[in-house]
């Protein structure tokens, strides 16, 4: 199958992609067809039969088996290193707030890090007096990372906590990382529902993490006898009890369709190369300064407009040519999310349509 047949089936499968420009999966991704069709047969099963009894609660269960598999498969972990979340924030406030902090301990974070990563930090230094560090990165987010942050690790340093890609500017393999948790999203450039994530944490760092909350799915528990309290040994242990299973029903669809039917490989390649069109595209634009230090290193792609307010520009090009994309306020910046959905011709739409502003 040639890529325009394949980009053809996908974007058939995703109406949001062809009713618009649809150039911001670093806040939503648009659902494939799978993901509605899993969440309506989900819903259906349950507003029939209800959601009791062992075979319903065996199917709710084989669900969240399947979501952490899901998300094993795509990371390369261990099944039994995956913890569903809400989203990506609910796992950066379980590590950070699972570590015994005492004043004057210290956290180091990066000068690009998104307000989910450090509300965290900011909340822990108010209510435990915890230091934040902050690595300076460089306006683009463009230096080495790793000599700016060993220069602040000290005695005391407890967390290091920082962004894979930056949000703003833009395949995982988890053991190749070698990362002790790493957080991420499932509504994003994985396009699936809402209050989906999930959270990874390696086996031998599993008891580094103190459990804030639990409930009945983070203790181990033996059928016929009374409930006990020892804390599961996996990363179960930071799940407290039970979700929106139709919206799990909907995560294990579209991670399949990801895998199966688009394919990792040619997903991570068409958005590379995407990214790439884009970044050199846009620096066609008078007036136009580029902030994405490079060409196709992620689906992330940010930039300033002289003389252009940020969110007037967004809705401009929402109303008057049906383009999303998204500002970020704070730095008076414009951001394009390029998706393996997306086309060469919609940039070129873009381009053209920032041109006659």
């Not at 108010?126 to 463009?142: F, N, P, T, W």
């Not at 962004?163 to 948790?181: E, R």
């Not at 033996?222 to 020892?230: S, V």
């Amino acid at each position: 199958m040639s890529d325009l047949t394949h980009l053809q089936h996908i974007r058939q499968e995703m109406p949001a992609t062809t009713s618009r420009i649809y150039m911001n999966a670093g806040t939503f991704g648009p659902l494939p067809a799978c993901v509605v069709s899993a969440m309506q047969e989900r819903m259906q099963q349950e507003w029939q039969n209800g959601r009791l009894g062992a075979s319903g609660f065996e199917a709710m269960f084989a669900i969240y088996d399947n979501a952490r598999k899901g998300v094993a498969h795509l990371l390369n972990a261990d099944a039994d290193e995956i913890a569903l979340t809400d989203n990506t924030g609910e796992g950066l406030n379980i590590i950070s707030y699972g570590i015994d902090w005492h004043e004057g301990d210290e956290a180091i974070t990066t000068n690009h890090e998104h307000i989910s990563l450090l509300a965290p930090l900011y909340q822990l230094r108010d209510r435990y007096g915890i230091v934040i560090r902050v690595a300076d990165i460089g306006e683009k987010g463009d230096l080495p990372i790793l000599k700016p942050i060993a220069d602040l690790v000290t005695p005391r340093t407890s967390l290091i906590s920082l962004s894979h890609v930056s949000w703003m500017m833009g395949a995982l393999d988890m053991h190749a990382l070698n990362v002790d948790y790493y957080a991420i999203p499932i509504q994003k450039w994985l396009c699936g529902p809402d209050g989906t994530g999930a959270l990874y944490a390696r086996h031998d760092s599993l008891g580094n993490i103190k459990n804030t909350y639990v409930g009945p799915f983070s203790i181990k528990h033996e059928m016929g006898k009374d409930w006990g309290w020892e804390l599961l040994d996996k990363a179960q242990r930071f799940e407290t009890g039970g979700r929106q299973t139709a919206a799990l029903a909907g995560q294990v669809a579209v991670l399949n369709w990801l895998d199966q039917v688009v394919g990792h490989q040619w997903m991570y390649e068409r958005i590379a190369a995407l990214s790439t069109y884009a970044f050199h595209a846009l620096q066609e634009i008078p007036g136009l300064h580029m902030l994405t230090p490079r060409a196709g290193a992620s689906g992330l792609v940010s930039f300033r407009l002289e003389g252009k307010d940020d969110g007037e520009v967004v809705k401009y090009l929402n109303e008057k040519h049906n383009i999303y994309i998204r500002n970020i306020p704070s730095i008076n910046a414009l951001r394009v999310s390029t998706g393996f959905y997306n086309t060469e011709e919609e940039i070129d739409t873009l381009v053209r349509a920032l041109r006659e502003m």
